[in-house]
């Protein structure tokens, strides 16, 4: 099993809605990780979890909360967004922190819309 | 200045034309390249990585990197329709972060 699985494919919520993002991998991978992407533009890195705890968080807005329960799953919680935040959420995973440059699987994503 | 500068295209190529796909960089302490493909509404998926300078190839697919003048090249010979996606150039100075270019959207026109 190769997979990074992301729930749910598409999500539209309020401004004032709470919402969670789902990223699941069974490859007994230790890192994880969350990115940003808009439209035509690259994905941008969000969160690092290394073994479980957050190792890198790029000055992200805190109405976006991560969390990972286990090793094999990852959450991105989600409250009081602006429709700026509207964006592909893209979940990756790693074998070890630093083995993102040479193998990352990336799920497809969870397509959002904030109305 | 960005620091990783790619064309963003489109470029479009008949079927079996070899594709030349690249990459400038201004931050010398990148030692890891990539590349990656993305078709619509998909996540990226890594096709190829280099570290340091040098060639590598993969089947159809050759990547290239010139550290001299921080620039990096993807080929892709006999490109079929299914090459048609978005190549996605990534960098990384080998820590966990990696730096994504624009892309570059190519169509191959059977």
């Known amino acids: 099993d190769t997979e990074v699985t992301q729930t749910p494919k598409h999500l539209v919520m309020g401004m004032t809605n709470k919402k969670s993002l789902k990223c699941e991998q069974h490859m007994g991978h230790r890192a994880m990780y969350w990115y940003k992407q808009k439209a035509k533009k690259p994905p941008e890195l969000m969160f690092v979890?290394?073994?479980?705890?957050?190792?890198i968080n790029e000055s992200v807005p805190s109405r976006f909360s991560p969390e990972c329960p286990n090793s094999s799953l990852l959450n991105l919680h989600l409250h009081a967004l602006q429709p700026e935040d509207s964006a592909l959420y893209l979940c990756a995973s790693s074998q070890e922190p630093g083995q993102v440059n040479t193998e990352a699987f990336f799920g497809q994503g969870t397509r959002l819309t904030v109305v | 200045q960005k620091e990783v500068e790619q064309d963003p295209g489109p470029l479009s190529v008949p079927e079996g034309a070899i594709v030349s796909l690249n990459c400038t960089y201004s931050n010398s302490a990148f030692q890891y390249f990539m590349w990656y493909r993305q078709y619509s509404r998909k996540g990226p998926e890594l096709l190829m990585y280099t570290y340091s300078s040098g060639n590598k190839e993969d089947g159809r697919f050759t990547a290239q990197v010139d550290k001299s003048s921080k620039y990096i090249s993807l080929f892709i010979r006999d490109s079929q329709p299914s090459d048609s996606a978005t190549y996605l150039c990534a960098m990384s100075a080998g820590y966990q972060k990696v730096t994504f270019g624009t892309g570059t959207k190519l169509q191959v026109i059977p």
């Open positions: 979890y290394s073994y479980e705890k957050l190792s």
